[in-house]
């Protein structure tokens, strides 16, 4: 299955994506999560071709991040940062002529899927969150480590931020040193150093917490995943949006850290392909 990746206008700036399986009917747009040189085909490069089996999959490199043009003149707070990167997905949907799709939110990935249904709540099907700080109030120490990366940025330290990602290191060192090199490399381009810079000095969590009320008002089906030993979000937010989405199923990986589509890779396919298709035609897993 062939993944295309390609550019276009979305507001004032580009957006880069990634594309697959645009015959299909049914749309998902994977929306990746935050760190050093994060972007979508570091979150989603495992999965994109399984889903493009079914779905028309789309993974944007969120504003701030990635290919996406980035910015000249930064937003000044957290709040308009969310608001960039909610314009910028409706944007990309109406470029794309897209009018509903359904959602996978990893990290902050997780919490623009919720600002999107809040802002829009008809462009939108069912909803996934995976490790998705929708109770976040103050940051793990792990988490800090991750904001405050750009203050001393080295390939040792992001090794050291990136093995607290997984469960088991000694399974994924081959994979996390890749990812450290490549995620290094691109944190070392000007543009993606400032946007991170930029990112985490202007932003708190407290900016980004979901209203209870809002919660309780949507009507969506929400799949929430998570690891049990995420060490950057804990289970407690998943629990937190379980108790109060009126239409939400939690399903807990236990040897899984914050990257359930990769340590996780099999069970998250398949738990998140029947949540899409369940009702419908059976699909490849």
Known sequence: MTILQRKVKTGDYETYFHEGGSENKEVVILIHGSGPGANAKANWQF???????DFHVIAPDIVGFGETDHPEVYPENG????SWRIKQILDLMDALNIEKANLVGNSLGGVVSMYLNMQAPERFNKIVLMGAGVLLKEPTPELLKLTNFHLDPSKE???NLLSWFVYDLDKM??????VVEARFEMFQRPEIF???RENFTKSSLTEMLIPQTALERMKNEFLLIHGYYDRFVPL?????ALEHLPNAELRVFKKCGHWAMIEQREEFLHATKHFFTKDKTQVEI
Do not use: C, G, H, I
């Not at 709040?79 to 969310?82: D, L, T």
């Not at 407690?236 to 937190?240: D, G, I, N």
């Open 194 to 196: 400032r946007s991170y």
């Open 173 to 178: 060192e081959d994979f996390v040193t890749q």
């Open 47 to 53: 999965v994109l071709e399984d889903y493009a089996k």
């Open 157 to 159: 330290n992001l090794r």
């Open 79 to 82: 709040v308009q940062w969310m």
């Open 236 to 240: 407690q937010s998943s629990l937190y």
